[in-house]
């Protein structure tokens, strides 16, 4: 599609883009004001197919259709990341969310196994620890004034990717003054804040000011804490391989059952070849796997519980259910258990519809009806609040999801996990 047609594509008359002049100063007001007046260009234009803007030397086409979406996230051609993505890399390197070509299909390939069922059941005692230690926190604010509860949430959610990552208790829900906490956050806060001012791209701009300080402040921390662990993982399995220790999770001598973390796996994967990993790829994943997993999980955790807090009707429905599958008891929540919590997984899906933890992500294209190199964004925010789709979208109904209203949805519709062959793992 040459240039003439790309000026067809509906864009803002005067082809301007959201100011982010404001965001300098990386206060929380202003990316929510930024994310605001977005929002507001997808409503405008709601009925287009997509829209141009310019986010600084770059155009990007945003989609928030489930058919424009469909062109992208089901295409095999269309998995590099965008150019935004870059700005990961002096954390991440090329794992699994920023790589692409052959070294992404071999990291994926390898690493999918490793997210089986059991594995997923060992994952679910982590949470089960994680989750009481939680309820004892909330607990002394019963019949007590109203609280947030945000930073509580999101530090059990930290300490469940760190264990099931890495194999590493933190403590942070005991310890809100880690120092690998406070790097986490800001490291998340900084590289946001990099993304959507254009000015912090180059990097010999991005240093010379507080925000790229930051940025290599909480790097060193956190490379050094994933230095440490891998380490003693390492270590770990080379007195346990001396000790006839088996790494399906029996110990030969007593009998117990070992404990797998992602890292465990990721240090005895094997490639196509029989090729390990080596020790920069196994950081790349470990340090990925705590970026995608811990804000997100949190994210969807306090949207749900703040869902339900506004909807008591939905609430006793919940509840009841709980009645339903625990009764008075308080014993682990076990596999079975999950699937039978139908209701509860209606309310979880229908707060990813509403606030979906990833509220964009981005492609490049080469060649697809629209200029090679293009920046293309998939608005899940936008996307799923489509009122062809979810009618009377702002509203909080968990009854979308019952199997009835939900088939012959439109496969695109609702995508919290993307979609395609880079959908979340």
Known sequence: MGNQEQQTLPSLPDGAVAD????????????????????????????????????????????????????ILSSSKHIEKSYLYKFLHPWLGTGLLTSTGDKWRSRRKMITPTFHFTILADFLEVMNE?????????????????????????????????????GKNVGAQNNRDSEYVRAVYKMSDVLQQR????????????????????HNRSLKILHIFTDNV???????????EQHKIDFEGKCEQSGSKKRRAFLDMLLNATDDKGNRLSYMDIREEVDTFMFEGHDTT??????????????PDAQKKVHRELDEVFGNSDRPVTMDDLKKLRYLECVVKEALRLFP????????TKGFKIPKGTQVVIVTYALHRDPEVFPDPEEFRPERFFPENSSGRHPYAYVPFSAGSRNCI
């Open 20 to 71: 982010s002049s404001e965001t300098s100063s990386g206060s929380k007001g202003s990316s929510t004001n930024f994310f605001k007046q977005m929002m507001q260009y997808y409503e405008d234009f709601r009925n287009q197919p997509l829209l141009k803007l310019w986010l600084g030397p770059l155009p990007f086409l945003f989609l928030y259709h489930p058919d424009t979406v469909e062109a």
């Open 130 to 166: 994680q989750a009481n230690i939680l309820v004892d926190k909330l607990e002394k604010h019963v019949d007590k004034e109203p609280f947030d509860c945000f930073l509580d949430i999101t530090l059990c959610a930290l300490d469940i990717i760190c264990e099931t990552a890495m």
């Open 195 to 214: 993304q959507r001012c254009p000015w912090l791209w180059p990097d010999f701009m991005y240093y010379m000011f507080q925000e790229g300080r930051e």
């Open 230 to 240: 891998i380490a003693e993982k390492s270590h770990e399995i080379k007195i346990h």
């Open 298 to 311: 949190a994210a969807a955790m306090n949207w749900a519980i703040y869902l339900l807090g506004c909807h």
């Open 357 to 364: 933890s990833v509220p964009s992500f981005a492609r490049t």
